[in-house]
């Protein structure tokens, strides 16, 4: 049973996973082919924070290589574990993962479209060079969420049997596309490979790409936790939440386009990475219940957790050589969907 | 006042409810009877506001409904559903506290944690307060969702001159007839506290006992309306059920028995 934590003792709840977050942090700067102590890290963000001239010689490795992707890690986890969270209360269900039910496909395939259909109208430099693909990449997010939405409704109620299959669909149909676009159309320097839009990678993130992902999960998550209390109501059904005085429409839109932009955001630079949006609310709700005014803040942050510790083990188990990200959350997500799926069999009546 | 004036609304081609006017006054129990597919629960989306009627208007305090924001005309009436589909597991008294949802922002001297306790203690529910939803049975979470609406009407707080509303929609479902009395009996100390009160029901007998005024519909029509004593006749009762009814009295109160019809 989950631990029913008051309301004015919840904020330690945020301090632990915040000092958890930051201590794995710390420690995943250490970790890679070349070993750095702890007081090295702390010289180089000394050094970096006081603009200081002299750098000592492990500065590039941390500064350039593994800051930015450990900070990516931990802006995509926040960002996807909250979009998982959004959509589960949106869908009232806790199976409603943005990786399962085609958000993520429909995210891919947008970006394959920026990246091989954009350029070949002519539309390409400037400032398209760096905004073409998120923006497909967001566009085809709000778009198949719009849509699996409006499928899975029947009669004010979401049918859990049509949210899923709509995914299987999705993802059948953005799979297939995205495969032919790969091997058929595109150069190999157009696009990334097939793994990288199914499994997901954080090789190689670099600080400008960092920013330009803040620039969106930034605002959406902190417009998110703003949502708690709507989507509270909103776990009653919409004619409940209306009752209750929540303005449905207003919200389900905003839920709608806030979790799909990062979604989208996510996909375009580090692929199609499982499971988090499933696995980091269900720990919350486990442990502290499902009210989303704890989950909200907490999934970003236990979301961010098991990115963070997912991609050091996808750069340091095979190293030199990199493992696909995906495939360790799936490791620990799939199983996760199965006993979700066990637990709500009566419901699936298809 | 809440009213419903001369509403229609249709589902496609099948007109549910027809015609109808009625007044939810403040400090008043109205009951809403009539057989299944009447149009009752219809009826009550239109007074909600949760559908526009096609024709006619629903006013409150002489307002036409939609020009209320969600949040201004959730502060004053609830509506308890027929049925629920929260699927999560809260406990009961976070469910509760969901009544006060849409007070949250607006009047800080009023103690919440002190409504919900007291809409616990009226609804009967007190008691397991600390358990979790879906582990109750269907009569015992009908209970927490009276409880909810009542603590979303509770009088007392924020203006007074604003009257309060409270829809339920077949409140006795599944509740054994110790609480379906409590239940009414809390609609009814409700309305003595100048909440207007609108309940659908099965039970005749409920409403003769606990309601002022009734509307009886049928295939979406008014058929009867006014004082419980006047329009819940015997005659009323066989012609719009197709059942034999008789009214007897039992130490002044009316009670109408139905009786099984020989074939």
Known sequence: MPLRIPEKRRIWIHVALLFILLMLAWAALGIGPTKISWGEIGQVLLDRMTFSSEKIAVDPIIWQLRLPRIVMAILVGAGLAVAGALMQGLFRNPLADPGLIGVSSGSAMGAVVGI??????????????????????????????????????????????????????????????????????????????????????????????????????????????????????????????????????????????????????????????????????????????????????????????????????????????????????????????????????????? | MLCADKVSFSYGRRTVVDNVSLAVEPGKVIAILGPNGAGKTSLFRLLSGGEEPEEGTVTLDGKPLKSFAAEALARRRSVLPQTSQLGFNFTVREVVEMGRLPHARVDKSVDEEAVVEQAMAQADIGNFAERHFLSLSGGERQRVHLARCLAQVWPGDSTPAESRYLLLDEPTNNLDISHQHTCLREARLLATKGVGVACILHDFNLALAYADTCVVLFDGMVRASGTVATALTAEVISDVFGVEATMIEHEGQRVLVTLARPD
């Open chain 1, 116 to 350: 091989i259909i954009l350029p070949s109208m002519g539309l390409t430099g400037g400032w398209l060079t760096f905004a073409a693909t998120p923006i497909c990449a967001m566009a085809g997010g709000v778009g198949i969420t719009f849509l699996i939405y409006q499928l899975s409704r029947v009669g004010g109620r979401i049918h859990v049997a049509s949210m899923l299959l709509t995914g299987i669909a999705v993802n059948a149909i953005g799979g297939a596309l995205i495969g032919l676009a790969v091997t058929k159309i595109a150069t190999a320097e157009q696009l990334q490979s097939l793994t990288f839009w199914s499994l997901g990678s954080l090789n190689g993130i670099l600080w400008p790409v960092v920013g330009i992902t803040a620039i969106i999960l930034v605002p959406g998550l902190i417009a998110s936790m703003w949502l708690g209390r709507p989507l509270n109501a909103f776990l009653f059904g919409e004619l409940e939440a209306y009752h209750l005085g929540v303005d449905v429409p207003f919200i389900k839109r905003l839920v709608i386009v806030i979790s799909a932009l990062m979604v989208g955001i996510t996909v375009a630079f580090t692929g199609g990475i499982g499971f988090i949006g499933l696995v980091a609310p269900h720990i919350i709700r486990l442990s502290f219940g499902p009210d989303h005014r704890l989950l909200l803040p907490a999934c970003a942050m236990s979301g961010a957790i098991l990115l963070l510790i997912a991609d050091t083990a996808a750069r340091t188990i095979a190293a030199p050589a990199e493992l696909q990200i995906g495939i360790l959350t799936a490791i620990i997500g799939g199983p996760f969907f199965l006993m979700l799926l066990l637990k709500n069999r009566k419901e699936l009546s298809i």
